[in-house]
């Protein structure tokens, strides 16, 4: 039983939903109503989703994203994204994540209503660009030109006082109407920027050319974390039912019967059994092949939740350096695809918020690249032999220093004092061959 739901795919990030109150545990084809609910009070959901969308998000925004800006407006735009204080860097992540859990998340480049004679008196008014986010559930409808570009937009929007209303944007204009037929105006007006506002900002690539929406990046790894949801709670039962041994009692004739017979068979009293054959008391049990499937099954879904993300190498899995090196760059492909998503939403972002302000963005802006998982120590050991062994020219050495230095540095220090160690490597390097040469 496959899930896509919006609701579903952010029940399974946050653990709450149908994984809180139960309901989406399926029972089984004989089971009672009594036991089942007695089953979603002692379900427990173990949550690999969060786990895992939060692995990659920690990794992809360990770094902030290089930028060059030389347009001002953009430059004062990133430090307050939202009109909320929100930087241009948690904005990006928060979008991000909703987007690996939904498949897309749209980002609109709005400005609000109002007019100003000078830039001067449009800062006073605070009449500057902000972002806004719409989910994929409530997109409406969409329309593309003959060259794929998205031409129009409209999004489906509950009001705090639960009536609907259509955001509709084109190229010129926008508007918001009140019906579903888009003909009842509650407002209109134009913004001539000759681009719809609107940002799509995938996880994954769409399938097909003129798709707005894509596959959620999570949806597999949701439907084995449901998976999973349902054979723990089914193992506990299986606990429940089978842990404790029953205590069997003989009994030799008809009235020994009768002086048990309201006798409550369960885990804390007895069977009783004709003792013909050599019958004695004793305690029996249920076998534990059962339990032994289930926990083999248990344990095959939890590897493939690592192995569909990319995390074979922190699931426990004993692997060869090889493998081991293979799933690296397996998961830092996955990254640098995540990266390359949102560095080319944000130049859209940084072209709308440059035509609402009448002029063009320079600049660029490069989201990181690697996200490799070195092991330092295996690092410095080769780094050591190439230099002991004289295979590297004293430029190479250089170089290889200055490598070092930002691999095992570059977290803690900033760019300015990394340019510093580099100045100061290339002068000892240089001190060295004159030392030599005075000595030749």
Request: aromatic letters at 10%; proline letters at 5%; one cysteine or more.
């Given at each position: ?5 919006e ?19 399926i ?8 036991k ?88 006073q ?28 937009i ?7 006082d639960?009536t ?17 037929e888009l ?11 000759g ?7 995938h ?21 084995l ?5 349902n ?9 429940r ?14 009235a ?56 074979e ?12 090196e ?18 080319q ?13 009448d002029t ?70 240089q001190?060295?061959t ?6 030749l």
């Amino acid at each position: 039983m496959a899930l896509t739901g919006e609701k579903f795919l952010i029940d399974a990030y946050t653990g709450k939903g149908g994984f809180l109150d139960g309901t989406y545990l399926i029972a089984h084809p004989r089971e009672s109503d009594e036991k089942l609910e007695r089953r979603k009070k002692l379900a427990v959901y173990p949550n690999y989703v969060k786990k895992v969308v939060d692995s990659y998000l920690s990794h992809l925004f360990k770094k902030s994203p290089i930028r060059s800006i030389e347009t001002q407006e953009y430059q004062e735009f990133i430090q307050d994204v939202d009109r909320q204080g929100t930087y241009i860097d948690d904005f990006m992540r928060r979008a991000f994540k909703l987007s690996m859990i939904t498949g897309v998340v749209y980002i609109i480049v709005d400005k609000p209503p109002g007019k100003a004679t000078t830039k001067l008196e449009e800062k006073q008014l605070n009449l500057r660009p902000y972002l806004a986010l719409r989910t994929r559930s409530q997109l409406y409808s969409y329309t593309l030109d003959e060259y794929g570009r998205l031409s129009s937009i409209t999004f489906r929007e509950t009001q705090p006082d639960n009536t609907i209303i259509y955001r509709y944007f084109d190229t010129q204009r926008w508007a918001i109407y009140t019906d579903p037929e888009l003909k009842e105006i509650e407002s209109q007006g134009e913004h001539k920027l000759g681009v719809v506002p609107v940002v799509p900002l995938h996880s994954t690539d769409p399938l097909l050319p003129n798709d707005l929406t894509a596959t959620p990046w999570i949806l597999d790894i949701a439907n084995l974390n449901f998976d999973l949801y349902n054979a723990l709670s089914e193992l506990r039962e299986l606990f429940r039912n089978q842990t404790f041994s029953i205590f069997t009692i003989p009994v030799k004739d008809k009235a020994d019967a009768e002086k048990l017979k309201d006798l409550t068979i369960s885990t804390e009293n007895a069977i009783p059994y004709s003792p013909e054959g050599g019958g004695k008391p004793d305690f029996i049990a249920p076998p534990p092949d059962p339990v032994q499937a289930y926990m083999q099954y248990i344990e095959s879904l939890v590897q493939q939740i690592y192995r569909l993300a990319n995390l074979e190498f922190t699931g426990g899995v004993q692997k060869s350096g090889i493998a081991k090196e293979y799933d690296w760059l397996e998961f830092n492909r996955t990254l640098t695809s995540f990266a390359l998503q949102c560095e080319q939403a944000e130049y859209k972002i940084a072209e709308l918020v440059c035509r609402w302000q009448d002029t063009e963005f320079k600049g660029y802006i490069q989201y990181p690249r690697d996200f490799s998982i070195r092991n330092l120590a295996e690092e410095l050991e080769t780094a050591m032999n190439a230099i002991t062994a004289q295979i590297l020219p004293p430029t190479g050495v250089v170089e290889l220093r200055k490598k070092l230095t930002r691999d095992m540095l570059g977290e803690f220090v900033d760019d300015k004092l990394l340019s510093k160690m580099d100045e100061e490597i290339e002068k000892e390097a240089q001190d060295f061959t004159n030392r030599l040469n005075e000595e030749l």
